[in-house]
């Protein structure tokens, strides 16, 4: 990656951003809860390792998206936030012992506060009464579009400037390749929020193993798609020896 003026012009935008979510989350002042709040850290934290690689493109999803997605639900804006920042360093962590990139952690960083701050600025606003004309369906369909788009749009740009192509491009193919699966975490996130007034959240965290059976499809889904890419390359350098 080429990391030009224009590149980090726009990471510091970014920084800027999140530094906006995080202040007003820290202004609002909403009350905490550890117990919840450790649990979906650890949970998040555990799963955000367990990613897959878009092909084509450089970027990937985390199987950790539900869980951020009930933090931002069921939490204070600033706890949804440290927990995305969290899990957004470790997967960012490289796996094979190369250097981190300063400049890399610092955008996810300003990604995933930005997103997880403007989803819970959304979802938050019906708990103030403000938006009390929304049903909580359409609620969580409004905070999901806005991680949702607060995730794609910043990395189908930052995409765009350092590896190049056109934006709108890289978004198209970002979304559809994971759209289904924020509308899956939304579902699965509304189905825990409701079972845990029963049955208590611990128990409904049980969600964990369905995530690990998504997150095995997509692996092999994402590697047969990838499979003519790669028969296709090896062939053109056979080729051209």
């Known amino acids: ?21 995080i202040a007003n989350a820290a202004i609002r002042g909403q009350s905490w809860h550890p117990y919840l709040a450790l649990t979906l850290l650890a949970i998040a934290m555990a799963t ?5 690689t878009i092909p084509g493109i450089n970027g990937n999803m985390s199987v950790n998206l ?36 300063p400049v890399r952690i610092l955008f996810n960083l300003s990604m995933m506060a930005f997103s997880s701050g403007a989803a819970g600025l959304l979802f938050h606003q019906q708990m103030a009464g403000k938006l009390n004309w929304m049903s909580a369906q359409l ?4 905070a999901t579009a806005a991680f949702f788009l607060g995730q794609t749009l910043p990395v189908s740009a930052i995409v765009a400037l350092t590896d190049g192509g056109g934006f709108h ?9 994971s759209f289904p699966y924020y509308v899956l975490s939304a579902g699965l996130t509304s189905m825990v929020e409701s079972v845990g007034h029963s049955v208590g959240w611990l128990a409904a ?8 059976g998504i997150y095995r499809s997509y692996r092999l889904y994402f590697a047969k798609v990838a499979e003519p890419a790669s028969f296709a390359l090896a062939r053109a350098a056979r080729s051209g020896a």
Request: aromatic content about 6%; overall charge positive; charged content about 10%.
């Open 66 to 101: 539900p869980f951020l997605m009930l933090s931002i639900i069921l939490l204070s804006a600033t706890e949804s936030i440290l927990i995305a920042c969290a899990s957004s360093i470790i997967q960012t962590l490289p796996k094979d012992g190369t250097r981190l990139k």
């Open 139 to 142: 609620l969580l369909a409004g």
């Open 48 to 52: 955000s390792r367990m990613k897959v």
């Open 1 to 21: 990656m080429q990391y030009t003026r224009l590149t980090k012009a726009f990471i510091a935008l970014m920084a800027i951003a999140a530094a906006a979510m």
């Open 205 to 212: 965290l049980a969600v964990l193993p369905i995530m690990f």
């Open 169 to 177: 491009r890289i978004w198209m193919s970002i979304a559809q390749m």
